[in-house]
């Protein structure tokens, strides 16, 4: 018997939202997923997710959800990130992101050079090592989705598949191994973790002493409001800016540039106050949601299925992944908290995705109480942005290289 279950919009939130509450609850108990910094939207959707490929391989069920909401809460999560991103702050964080967009570009194109070169020496076709290089572990599913069937065309055959595997297996490697390796980072360098910062970025330094932190109804509302109206004008701001140069701009990305804007502006002119408690309510709220929808709807069985020489092609960027990060980024980053931090990110962007980044870091940070402004403005900026300057044309020509075009 195999059942086929399909839920509907409210179906699959509430699961989302309990799987979310599960996984939190496990990491705060379980002295392992605290101690190497295991998101808690990974803990809950993972396991889900595993339950589900248990059920398919066992033809006892098959599960399709309703993830409408999973974009939104994710456009809305940039936003608040937005908030926190002072030109002050983006000032004194400019060396690190130079140094961090230098090394995103450079992790791309040995990506696809590692792909190809194993791909060759396992007697695949180099476009599949390509598919298993920058395409899936930078790009994320929506970049394997975009180039397999180009791939195809060009006589890979399953190039789509392997893709979106590829992908599947990053995300899975992102969430697992990103807080682990930070974690190790911290004792090698022997990094101090420095003291909380005295005033929330997102509310200012001259906040009143009757104002608490504490998020209300009369709080809640207007921070709302303001973070959707910023959504709307920010994937107003992807679509045109998409439209007009070609260059595909996410909407999350937009919403994140129009609230960097907006904060900048509103600590010059005064026109609103940004309350902290709700701001980072709304961030941890729409991370956790979307993140754990995510990981829940993944086909783990695309994996599954991979062959054997794909799976040491994957194996082997996740090695040299580790290692760049750990001997190379961080000690041009500083070897300091925000080095770490940022080390935490780029193995989420690196092999999943920029939520995951932003997923791993905050796990991370909240292990120690005291987060990294400006690993949380540079890494989306160069992570989600910037590295498609390098990271799409470097794609195009290797395909074209190794493909005869």
Known sequence: MNLELSLDLVQSSALAGLLLVLGESARRRIGFLQRF???GPVVGGFLFALLLLVLRQTHVATVEFDTTLQEPAMIAFFTTIGLTGSLALVRKGGRLLIVYLLACWT???MQNLVGIGLAEALHLDPLLGIMAGAVSLEGGHGAAAAFGPTAESMGADGATA???????????AAGLLGGPLAGWLMKRYDVAVPAAASADPAGGTDREPEQSDAAGYRQLLPTLVLIGVIMVLGTLLSTWFSDTTGFVLPGYVGAMVVAVVFRNLNDRFGWVRLHPGSVNLVSGLTLGFFLTMAMMSLKIWDLYELALPLV?????QVLVLALFVSFVVVPLLGRDYDAVTMAAGMMGHGLGGTPNAMANMDAFNS????RSERAFLVVPLAGAVLIDLVGLPWIVWCMNWVGGG
């Open 37 to 39: 910094s295991i998101p």
């Open 107 to 109: 992790l791309a194109v």
């Open 162 to 172: 392997v893709a979106i595997a590829a992908a599947t297996f990053g995300l899975l």
């Open 312 to 316: 040491v092609i994957l194996a082997v």
């Open 367 to 370: 292990r120690f109480g005291v």
